[in-house]
């Protein structure tokens, strides 16, 4: 099989669409422009209802097909911001927002799935509702979540969900999906330790937290290391240091922050209760204190099996059945698609992006050969899922 024939009309168009996308970077949920530009080539195109704001800035559009005596909905997501990164590309295209860019390609899945909706609007060859999401703030900002408490899935209930992200060094025109945990969960670790500052030359006089500091980072390592069964995936890393502005001078207080990601909500809940015994007791052993502050951010991504096989099957009629992988490793970079996957049953699938330099990278960029397969894939499984009688 091959991309639409249809594709091959809008490609030129959507190709500059994803450009100008990739031109003028926003971040979170200061998505004005992105989304405003969405909605506007979704009213274009024709879509039914054009709904702004959803989640602060997000946006929904309703497609009707031929007919409705399924009565069924299935949505479909794409992301919309981009990233506090300094682009390196050097391309025609590149960033004209100094720190800001699309390295992680949400510039190119809301391009195919605007590229979905035009091509929906025009055949209408489906029975049932299509619901298309473009979503602001995935990186970081849970605005999957924020989209949800606004009445995402209350005002357009879904019987089904799909998201669609690049895959750098994936070969074009190819997939990969599995079912059950594919992204890890995401939380943030805050570790606050207040001693007793001082001169460094009488050290004890205080209570220095560096030494604190070492012991804490050193248990937190044997968490993952002899706590967690070796089968399960999980890390813990603690990131930065944050203490003192004198070279001779023992500070008083000292921060640490850094993250957790598993693959299993039981392992989560577990590495925190961990982290909960360490931090306080090992401070409390220098004569000091320490805070731990353990912020849920996203929770773990889990392809529901069924809509796993179902999201295969469209994109095996796209690919062909060699291009299609069903045994896609798990990673333990987030996703707050999770959000809604724990709302709706869904699954979310990878389309290679070519050779590129890797997410969040300085110099990557999405690939536009990807735009054709990208939209030939949601509007075949569109047909699929809600096929005409």
Known sequence: MAVENWVAKEVEQLTAFRRDLHQNPELLYDVTRTAATVAEAL????????IEGIGRTGVVGVIHGQSNTSGRTIGLRADMDALPIHEETGKPWASAVDGKMHACGHDGHTTMLLGAAR???ESRAFDGRVIVIFQPAEEGGAGA????????????????????HNRPNLPVGQFTIAPGPIMGSVDEVRIHIEGRGGHAARPDETIDTFPIAAAIINAVQTITARTVDPMDNAVVSLCTIHAGNAFNVIPQTLD???TVRTLREEVRSHIEAQLAAIVPNIAAGFGATATLDYIRMYPVTVNHDHETQLAAQAAQEVAGVENVSLDMPPVLGGEDFSFMLNEVPGAMINVGNGPSAGLHHPKYDFNDDVIAWGCSYWTTLVRQRLPLG
């Not at 274009?44 to 054009?50: F, H, K, L, P």
């Not at 979540?145 to 209930?157: E, H, S, V």
């Open 43 to 50: 009213r274009a195109a024709g879509v039914d209802e054009v």
């Open 119 to 121: 091509h929906l609007v």
């Open 145 to 164: 979540k924020a989209m949800i408490d606004d009445g995402l899935f209350t005002r357009w209930p879904c019987d089904e969900v799909y998201g669609m």
């Open 256 to 258: 640490i922050t850094g």
